[in-house]
């Protein structure tokens, strides 16, 4: 089992940057897929990144690709979300995930966090 605790959310303008952390509990973090999601008002939970067991594989949503980096260190059980040019519709709550399985492009994670809001103003 593991434990998920994000960080780093804020409110920032548009245009901005802020970089998430997760910091995940257990000796076995390497043992996981780590992954990125958010949820807007009124919207349902969707997929942002996804990175494999060591880093060397990563995945994006369309909608992020190119300004997002999502990546690991397993020496610090961290995953991070490094977002750029942040946009008014990359407000909501982002929740990191883990699963033992490679999980892209879906929802049904194993483990979540409780979440860390994200809001950019204009």
């Known amino acids: 089992q593991v434990q998920l605790v994000e960080s780093g959310g804020g409110l920032v303008q548009a245009g901005g940057s802020l970089r998430l952390s997760c910091a995940a509990s257990g000796r076995t973090f390497s043992s996981y897929y780590m992954g990125w999601f958010r949820q807007a008002p009124g919207k349902e939970r969707e997929f942002v990144a996804a990175?494999?067991?060591?880093?060397?594989?990563?995945y994006y949503a369309d909608s992020v690709k190119g300004r997002f980096t999502i990546s690991r260190d397993n020496a610090k059980n961290t995953v991070y979300l490094q977002m750029n040019s942040l946009k008014l519709e990359d407000t909501a709550v982002y929740y990191c995930?883990?699963?033992?399985?490679?999980?892209?492009?879906?929802?049904?994670?194993?483990?979540w966090g409780q979440g860390t809001q994200v809001t950019v103003s204009s």
């Open positions: 995930a883990a699963d033992p399985r490679p999980r892209v492009g879906v929802v049904d994670w194993d483990y």
């Open positions: 990175i494999d067991y060591r880093g060397s594989r990563t």
